[in-house]
């Protein structure tokens, strides 16, 4: 089955900087590539997401980016402020298991 | 009024006891879940039902049985509560296909002791 791996597990970034946050996978099958934001004792809320037919999406300061040659997508967050702060998740769906299977998670903090 | 709205918030409870989480969904979906948030954080699927019918079944105990009334309903039975059942339950709901977005609920912060 699908298996999606997220690096990485925590990441401190200055405010007003640029976080990166990494995930690859491993069935190929897979065509649909979501990212969630949870934060503290809240639900977990999709932010962005990324179908295999194209490379890169983009909504203001939230970016993703997808190879699928080498099965791997990417989060970019710009200018981050103190409300991004969160555990931020990607996710690979749409493959053969027919499931949304997750990442283990990036424990993003902004930094004042 | 809330998408998907699981009952109770939270539940505290000894080991050995049986108890049942309800879950609604009020946008229509035909697929519904229930995912496990352990103390790690990590997001792990349980069960999916579309249109009342199990197509997903995790390698969960079964102590664990999902029951699906109708499409709007999705509720999780526990048996015999072990410790290692303490998580944070979360019920969602998609349009149908894998490749739609998941809408959670709330959570239901699950305690055994």
Redesign the interface.
Same mark, same amino acid.
């Given at each position: 089955g699908e298996n999606v791996e997220q690096h990485p597990s925590t990441l401190s970034v200055q405010e007003g900087d640029s976080a990166v946050i990494k995930c690859t996978y491993s069935d190929s099958a897979s065509?649909?590539f979501?990212w969630?934001k949870?934060e503290l004792g809240?639900?977990?809320?999709?932010i962005i +997401?990324i179908?295999s037919n194209v490379g890169e999406k983009k909504d203001q300061r939230i970016a993703v980016t997808l190879n699928k040659t080498a099965k791997h997508f990417s989060l970019h967050i710009t200018e981050t402020q103190p409300e991004d702060s969160a555990?931020y998740?990607c996710a690979a769906?749409?493959?053969r298991d +027919?499931?949304?299977?997750?990442g283990?998670?990036t424990?993003l903090h902004i930094l004042p | 009024d809330t998408a998907v709205s699981q009952t109770p918030k939270y539940l505290v409870t000894q080991m050995g006891n049986d108890k049942s989480i309800k879950c609604e969904q009020n946008l229509g979906h035909d697929t519904m879940y229930w995912y496990k948030q352990d103390s790690?954080?990590?997001?792990?699927?349980m069960f999916?039902y579309n249109n009342k019918e199990l197509?997903?079944n995790e390698t969960v105990p079964n102590r664990f049985s999902p029951k699906s009334p109708d499409k709007a309903h999705l509720n999780l039975h526990i048996n015999s509560l072990e410790l290692g059942d303490s998580a944070v339950y979360?019920c969602a709901s998609s349009q149908g296909?894998?490749?739609s977005?998941?809408?959670?609920?709330?959570?239901t912060r699950l305690t055994v002791t």
């Open positions: 065509n649909y979501p969630y949870q809240k639900r977990p809320q999709l +997401d179908r555990v998740f769906g749409g493959n +027919d499931k949304i299977i997750f283990k998670g424990r | 790690k954080k990590f997001l792990k699927i999916s197509i997903i979360f296909a894998v490749s977005p998941l809408h959670f609920g709330n959570g």
